[in-house]
């Protein structure tokens, strides 16, 4: 999710997490209410490539790959395009006050967390047609497709990728007597790992780390562990929460146990996200799941696998931005040009990947660039196997501070009270309304 490698990188893949918008507030801002915008379906496959200047809005963790796509596009193209990156604390204000006046870009990226509600608000023009007319759509991220397709119409196809992977410190696990090639394959090997860190009893190193009051880190690399074990997080339609169940249940037994062993880092439990990662790329970590775009800023050699689940399996919760042609282009046929671009095996590989972001093909997953180091190629196949949460209240659920997930977790693992089949209803309250 985001450009720079170290603070920024980290920053890309929490901030639009854990913001505490609310929203659902820009449906008093769209003047669309909740209509669908067609783009015109005789657009040529590739869109039209005239000599038009677009406009692109994406948020400044995103600043990094959205530069690298521009400046590529408009290198090879008659088209030009013009991106503004707006602070990400401002983003969604800046787009509802752009859709309730007709003034949104041309294009524009949202966070995938946000994709359903602005879909939902008309913010975004049909592109099925478009989407459906691409012979390697099967290959695109479907967790991504997924959440920007309403009443079967697709609206948006993946800006940046961002995943949360199982990372291990492959130093101190040599030092604690494991192997370190080795990925825990299961959640009980995790914990036995993070245990035999702190073991070690180093100063300032601890066997895990989390951030358990934030919401959208858990959402981030909790989830995982969960869908690996072949269970749901929420119902298909995305308004109950299924977060009482077995494999849900042994996650938060699991960091109850590790927090009561005190293998979880000093000052997680206060952690709202502004440092949840901070310890592992400082070496100080034994072993966690941890966002995939900070691989290559980590000056240390890590081991990288998909979060396990109780018995084995492996999945990421597949983050990152969305884009899409917005109500208010008139241009929509030199706008899909970019897109159908930035799909393409050129850009895919020859931008993203070369710059060490996953892709969001899984055709291209072992290309030239992640082969020359196994770990990426790991990220690319699991990034294709993950699952992206799909619910229009998901910010309030889930994300917002004291947010009904949060007081799950809260309870659950810190507390040790048995409300999680209460607090799992509060936070179907939520989707539900």
């Avoid at 929460?241 to 000093?266: F, I, M, R």
């Avoid at 004291?402 to 009270?417: H, K, Q, Y």
Wanted: aromatic share 8%; charged share 20%.
């Amino acid at each position: 999710m985001t450009p720079f490698r170290r603070r920024p990188a980290f920053r890309a893949a929490t901030a639009a997490l854990v913001a505490g918008v609310l929203v659902g507030g820009l449906a008093a801002c769209s003047t669309s209410g909740g209509g669908d915008t067609a783009a015109p379906a005789d657009i040529p496959a590739a869109g039209t490539d005239d000599g038009t200047t677009l406009t692109l809005w994406t948020r400044a963790p995103l600043e990094r790959q959205a530069k690298l796509l521009v400046e590529a596009y408009n290198a090879s193209h008659e088209n030009q395009v013009e991106l503004t990156v707006v602070p990400n604390d401002d983003y969604v204000a800046k787009v509802g006050a752009a859709a309730g006046s007709g003034g949104l870009p041309d294009l524009f990226a949202a966070d995938i967390v946000y994709v359903p509600n602005w879909v939902e608000q008309g913010l975004f023009q049909d592109i099925t047609a478009q989407v459906d007319g691409l012979d390697y759509k099967d290959d695109i991220n479907q967790g991504h497709l997924s959440a920007g397709t309403v009443d079967g119409k697709e609206h948006v196809l993946p800006f940046v990728l961002d995943l949360s992977m199982l990372m291990w410190n492959k130093e101190l696990f040599a030092e604690a007597g494991l192997d370190p090639e080795k990925a825990p394959a299961t959640l009980s090997e995790f914990a036995d790992a993070a245990k035999a860190v702190q073991e070690l009893g180093k100063p300032g190193v601890s066997g895990t780390s989390t951030g358990l009051n934030c919401g959208g880190c858990l959402v981030f690399t909790w989830f995982p562990s969960v869908w690996a074990s072949g269970e749901q997080v929420l119902s298909d339609d995305g308004t109950e929460s299924l977060l009482a169940g077995d494999a849900a249940q042994e996650v938060y037994n699991t960091w109850k146990d590790l927090e009561a062993a005190g293998a979880v880092a000093p000052g997680s439990a206060d952690e709202t996200g502004a440092t949840w990662v901070a310890g592992f790329q400082e070496g100080k970590v034994g072993v966690m799941p941890f966002p995939a775009t900070l691989l290559s800023g980590l000056d240390f050699e890590a081991g990288v696998a998909g979060i396990p689940g109780v018995d084995g399996g492996a999945s990421t919760f597949v983050g990152g931005d969305g884009i899409g042609i917005s109500k208010d282009s008139k241009q929509s046929a030199q706008a899909w040009n970019f897109l159908s671009w930035m799909m393409s095996e050129d850009a895919q590989v020859e931008v993203l990947a070369k710059d060490g972001n996953a892709v969001s093909r899984g055709d291209l997953a072992e290309n030239t660039y992640a082969s020359a180091d196994p770990r990426q190629v790991t990220i690319n196949q699991v990034a294709a196997e993950g699952q992206t949460p799909v619910a229009l209240n998901f910010q309030q659920a889930f994300n917002a501070p004291g947010s009904p997930w949060l007081t799950l977790v809260r309870n659950a693992v810190l507390e040790g009270t048995s409300t999680v089949d209460a607090d799992n209803d509060e936070i179907t309250a939520i989707l539900g309304q």
